[in-house]
């Protein structure tokens, strides 16, 4: 497949907006401070193909208008002593391009993530100075049967997936012709951004530990270096309730507490899988990642539309007999211990930590997503992010619904994402990158587990 850049551009805000330096909140400058890709599929009718430039004009002119509200992204990011960044509201732009390729979309086959995806979404060069990379870049494909791509990647460092969500979606009702919906909150001085520590923390922050390691190995640079493969594993409404049903069977709270959730009951699942598949010791221990919303958990609760990251990793840790040996209830019970312990409280002790901090470069991952470099959170390790509630799908910017939306290539070891399914039937995708040599094994017990007797019986 060849993909050939016709055009880039930088697209500045079309009114004038707010010049200055704005501050940061800790979830900002900490974990991944590269750029996350996403993907979406069009085949829009021909009247939208002609004139040519017609769809990357309406683009162009939207993103144009729509970041007078979001003018943040059109800013760049620079440094502070203690690896600390601030956001320059410069108003430098943000950066489209146009490109083409020979192949037709139907080439692509059902759209799993590839090394294909690689030349279809906008690639970073991280050796520049931070001062000049675009915070947004935005890639439009033609492809040689009239179907499109449409890509952006965008900077962790300044919005997680709900406002880079909220975003997307206000630029497509500006390229329809409709009016803004929804105002973001700018104002991250909510979650004290750029505010001095006033205590010392109150609680236990593991997560900004390092994770554990291998039993045997003083270093993940091993682990690290291993061959890594992506796949899209599908759970019917069926399979999702099975799941659910069976974390429930054996509960390791009080009875009168709340059922496991779908993401507690799924994320559980893999977690095991994962350390069956990885082949662990009984006693290795074993860390997942969540990443909990702190919007409603706040008190009081943060603005609606608050544009940032209001998001806290926490990690759920065990050790891999246990989990594998236990029933589903055991993992689904670690991970909801770890969620229900991220209270108002909890998230202004984890930011006292971080401002606590002298340094906070041990806690970036300011790398690419695809280099070895940065923090290793793979084997014996996952984190596991849910993307179920998010409003991923029927992004229409005119031209018609997506026929398929993906996250772009994550080839790190131990990444997974839950999507809804897209049919909006119930059904779920598990989006796993997993060493090579483990993945097969991970498949297996990930479907055979859902069949056996004792889940039949739970469906």
Known sequence: MNVTLNSSCLVLPAEPTWIGLMPLTESDQIGVLSHVPTIYFYSPSKNFLTPKDNIFTTLKTSLSKVLVHFYPLAGRLRWLDGSRLELDCNNKGVQLIEASCDAKLDDLGDFTPSHNFHYLIPQIDYKAPIEEIPLLIVQLTKFSCGGITLSYTISHAVVDGQSALHFISEWARLARGEPLGTTPFLDRKVLRAGDPPTAQP???????????????????????????????????????????????????????ARAYTRYESIAGHIWRSACKARGHAHEQPTAVGICVDIRKRMQPPLPEKFFGNAIVDVIATGFSGELVMRPLGYAASRIRETIDKVTSEYVHSAIDFLKNLKDLSMLQDIHALRTNQGPFYGNPNLGVISWMVLPLYGLDFGWGKEIFMAPGTHDCDGDSLILPGYDGDGSLIVALCLQAESMEGFKKYFYDDIQSDEFEMAA
């Open 202 to 256: 109150r609680f236990q922050h593991e997560q900004f530990q390092p994770p554990p390691l291998l039993i045997g190995q003083s270093s993940s640079e091993n682990e690290s270096k291993k061959a890594t493969t992506i796949t899209m594993l599908k759970l019917s409404k069926s399979q999702v309730e099975a799941l659910k049903n069976e974390a429930n069977k054996t509960r390791f709270h009080d009875d009168s």
